[in-house]
């Protein structure tokens, strides 16, 4: 079975662009997180899904940031317009029923000059 | 909500030593506290997890105990191999909400010399 898939896995990107980071969970996974690593603050939780619904975005840095999950097979996290301190890696996560494991994809690095 | 610390931030042992990762946590509602570790240019993998209901678990050379009166919990690795060096997280689930939110501690750099 495929692993959690995200793309782009590097984006470098002007100050000012539009930045859209996608992720596909794992089949039959009903939440989905996602997350941002930099060396500074570590793996951040900016907001996560329970059955396609927003369940907590108190992590999103702010109204620049954006997630939305329109099925149980994909989220995208859009920065608009991006800023060269959103420069991190960025992961999605997804999980099944209950706390448990979570699963990561392998990030997406994101570079805003 | 939940505060996650996590010591050292870095760990340097000799092939075979054990090492020891230590985390507090701050709300005494959680109830599982896994521990992650991710290898450079990956995502974090889960390698070993605890529940409230017990003290200590072990998977072969990893262990975890828990001491819920103190709230902290450790990660200890017997007989180092240097394919154990990479970053290691422990995390504590906020357990007032059904859904398991996972908050982290800020990560330990694990480097194991041959």
């Known amino acids: 079975d495929a692993g959690v898939i995200q793309s782009p896995r590097h984006e470098v990107t002007e100050m000012g662009q539009e930045v859209t980071l996608r992720c596909k969970p794992i089949?039959?996974?009903?939440?989905l997180f996602w997350y941002r690593q930099t060396m500074m603050r570590g793996l951040e939780l900016l907001i996560y899904?329970?059955?396609?619904?927003?369940?907590?975005d108190s992590g999103m840095p702010e109204d620049r940031f954006s997630a939305k999950m329109p099925n149980a097979s994909f989220s995208t996290l859009k920065i608009q317009p991006s800023e060269p301190r959103d420069s991190a890696v960025y992961f999605c996560?997804?999980?099944?029923?209950?706390?448990?494991?979570?699963?990561f994809g392998e990030g997406s690095r994101l570079t805003v000059l | 909500g939940e505060n996650v610390e996590q010591h050292p931030s870095t760990l340097s042992v000799q092939e075979g030593d054990s090492a020891v990762i230590k985390c507090t946590y701050s709300?005494?509602?959680?109830?599982?506290f896994p521990w992650y570790k991710q290898e450079l240019g990956k995502g974090p993998q889960l390698i070993i997890d605890?529940?409230?209901?017990?003290g200590e678990k072990k998977d072969q050379r990893i262990a975890v105990t828990l001491n819920k009166t103190a709230k902290h919990f450790s990660l200890h690795i017997t007989e180092t191999q240097p394919e154990d060096s990479a970053v290691y997280f422990c995390?504590?689930?906020?357990?007032?909400?059904?859904?398991?939110?996972?908050?982290f501690g800020q990560g330990t750099i694990l480097t194991v010399h041959p």
């Open positions: 996560a997804s999980r099944g029923q209950g706390p448990g494991e979570l699963f």
């Open positions: 089949s039959g996974h009903n939440s």
């Open positions: 899904f329970n059955n396609n619904v927003p369940i907590d």
């Open positions: 709300d005494s509602a959680s109830n599982y």
């Open positions: 605890i529940r409230s209901n017990v």
């Open positions: 995390a504590a689930s906020s357990a007032g909400t059904s859904y398991g939110k996972l908050t």
